[in-house]
């Protein structure tokens, strides 16, 4: 993974290309963000950075949280995220990261929380086929059998049930950046992004 950005989904639009084609594109609030921490091979086992956005009041933050911001003189921040990179020697503690580090027609993969829908069935949550209309069936949209008689007698581990829908972390790849507005921290994507407006985002390059 490389160093990314963090941001919020500000809501869906369209673009029209030079051929008069709608074009689906998403518009993100992406940093600026600051490196908070530099993690080492020789110091933590592992390379990565540490960035965090969303300034907030020192009320907002728990005694540790504040403590860690304050040992680097950084101000208060809503949201930590690491991100593993190979040369962490690259970077430095404070350094400002804001969306000129991505350029039009560049992918990126963008992780954030689907849209939670609530408690779904199967036709609606795995895509499972219902059962007949008619002929007395009572069969519409049951699960059904669930598992074996005798043998094993009992429901295997990981069936396919109803339950919650949505809420769980995505992975979208490769959404090709149609337009930076390094002034207003807007970046816009083409395609759609996990969850509703104001979703917290996780942005970077897409190898």
Do not use: W
């Not at 829908?117 to 795995?126: A, D, E, V």
């Not at 059962?131 to 949209?141: I, L, W």
């Not at 979703?199 to 970077?204: A, D, H, K, P």
């Amino acid at each position: 993974m490389s160093l990314g950005l963090l941001g919020n989904k500000i809501g869906m639009t369209q673009f029209f290309d030079e051929s008069c084609n709608v074009i689906p594109v998403t518009v993100l609030r992406t940093g600026p963000c600051t490196i908070t921490q530099i993690k080492t091979i020789l110091n933590d086992g592992y390379n990565a950075v540490q960035v965090g956005y969303g300034s907030v009041s020192i009320k907002s933050l728990t005694q540790p949280e504040l403590a860690h911001l304050q040992k680097s003189n950084i101000p208060p921040l809503k949201y930590l995220k690491e991100f593993p990179v190979d040369n962490p020697n690259d970077f430095q503690i404070g350094q400002i990261l804001n969306v000129s580090m991505f350029t039009p027609g560049q992918f990126v993969n963008l992780v954030g929380k689907s849209s939670g829908k609530g408690f779904s069935g199967l036709q609606k949550r795995h895509n499972f086929a219902r059962g007949p209309m008619t002929h007395g069936s009572k069969n519409h949209r049951e699960p059904g059998s669930i598992g074996m008689g005798t043998t094993p007698g009992r429901v295997l581990p990981g069936k396919k049930m109803a339950g919650q829908l949505g809420n769980k972390i995505t992975h979208i790849k490769r959404l090709k950046i149609m337009e930076v507005y390094a002034e207003e921290n807007i970046l816009v994507v083409k395609g759609s992004v996990p969850g509703k407006s104001g979703n917290l985002l996780s942005i970077f390059p897409s190898n």
